[in-house]
C-alpha cells in the first residue's frame, strides 16, 4: 500500500534550517515525513512554509519517490522508512550544494574522551553497529554514514540518525531496549536519545582517524586518514530530470 496517493503529495510545505550557518532547506511531504524528520533531526529548526517549489519533495504512486528541484529523482521505495533515508539523503545533497567548499564523503563519525574520531570502512563494514556499540555509553555520535567536510579539514555534524539494515542483532536489542529502534521492512532508525547524538550545525576539528575491517577498528596515521576522505567523498547525483518527468507524465503528479 503506498503511502500517499498521487492526490495527497501536497500535505504541507515546511523549511528546516541550520540558522547559525544561514542554511534552510524547503521540504513538501506527507505528515509522515514530517513527524519523522522532527523525531528523528537533532539540531534542526522547523517551520511551516509555502512556497512556488521546494528544495525536496516527496511523491507518490505505488512506490514513494523524493524528488530534488536541483537533481530530480533521487530514489524511490515502498517502504516509508527506505524512503524516509533517500529523504536525508536528498537534504544532505542539499547541504553540499548550498555551503561553500565542502564534500559529502562516506564515513562515521564519534566523540571519545574529548577526541573526534573519523571512521572509515567498506560497503557493510558494520560502521552503523560500530557507532551504536561505541555511543550507547559515554562516546557521542556524531555520524554513521554520511560526513561533512570543509577545506578547513573541518567535518559538520548534520544530526541525522543512525541507520542499521535488519535484522538486528540481540545484542544491540538488549543494548538498547526495543523502544529505541524504529523498524521499516530492510531498514530501522535508532533513537538519537539514546546515543548521545551530536546536534546538526557544529563544525568539528578532526582528532584522529580509524579503519573499521572485520568489526575492528584500528587507527590509521592521519596522512592516511585525509587520503581516505578524499577517496570516499560522494558525487552530487546527476540529474535524472527525464525520468522523473516521465513518471510524472504518467501518475498526474505534481510537487508544487
Given at each position: 500500500m503506498a503511502l500517499i496517493k498521487k492526490d495527497d503529495t501536497v500535505d504541507g510545505g515546511h523549511i528546516i534550517?541550520?540558522?547559525?550557518?544561514?542554511?534552510?532547506?524547503?521540504?513538501?511531504?506527507?505528515?509522515?515525513?514530517?513527524?519523522?524528520?522532527?523525531?528523528?533531526l537533532i539540531g534542526w529548526s522547523f517551520q511551516t512554509a509555502t512556497l512556488q517549489e521546494y528544495d525536496v519533495s516527496v511523491v507518490s504512486d505505488q512506490k514513494n519517490s523524493v524528488v530534488s528541484k536541483r537533481y530530480g529523482l533521487i530514489g524511490r521505495h515502498k517502504d516509508i522508512l527506505s524512503t524516509f533515508n533517500?529523504?536525508?539523503n536528498a537534504i544532505a545533497y542539499e547541504v553540499i550544494a548550498k555551503l561553500e567548499k565542502c564534500l559529502l564523503v562516506h564515513a562515521a563519525a564519534y566523540k571519545k574522551n574529548d577526541e573526534h574520531i573519523v571512521v572509515f570502512g567498506n560497503k557493510k563494514?558494520?560502521?552503523?553497529?560500530?557507532?551504536?556499540?561505541?555511543?550507547?555509553?559515554?562516546?557521542?555520535?556524531?555520524?554513521?554514514?554520511?560526513?561533512?567536510?570543509?577545506?578547513?579539514?573541518?567535518?559538520?555534524?548534520?544530526?541525522?540518525?543512525?541507520?542499521?539494515?535488519?535484522?538486528?542483532?540481540?545484542?544491540?536489542?538488549?543494548q538498547l531496549g526495543k523502544q529505541s529502534f524504529l523498524a521499516g521492512s530492510s531498514l530501522a532508525f535508532v533513537n538519537p536519545k539514546s546515543l548521545n547524538q551530536v546536534r546538526a550545525g557544529k563544525w568539528i576539528d578532526i582528532s584522529s582517524f580509524q579503519f573499521?575491517?572485520?568489526?575492528?577498528?584500528?587507527?590509521?596515521?592521519?596522512?592516511?586518514?585525509?587520503?581516505?576522505?578524499?577517496s570516499r567523498t560522494i558525487p552530487q547525483p546527476k540529474p535524472r530530470w527525464l525520468s522523473f518527468d516521465k513518471k510524472r507524465q504518467k501518475y498526474g503528479w505534481s510537487i508544487l
Open positions: 534550517s541550520l540558522p547559525e550557518h544561514g542554511l534552510d532547506v524547503s521540504l513538501k511531504c506527507p505528515a509522515e515525513f514530517r513527524l519523522l524528520a522532527s523525531k528523528l533517500v529523504f536525508l563494514a558494520g560502521k552503523s553497529t560500530f557507532i551504536v556499540d561505541q555511543c550507547s555509553s559515554a562516546s557521542e555520535c556524531i555520524s554513521d554514514d554520511l560526513v561533512v567536510w570543509d577545506n578547513e579539514c573541518r567535518i559538520l555534524s548534520l544530526g541525522f540518525p543512525v541507520r542499521l539494515r535488519r535484522p538486528i542483532s540481540d545484542t544491540l536489542v538488549a573499521l575491517e572485520q568489526h575492528i577498528a584500528k587507527s590509521i596515521a592521519k596522512e592516511a586518514g585525509y587520503y581516505q576522505l578524499a
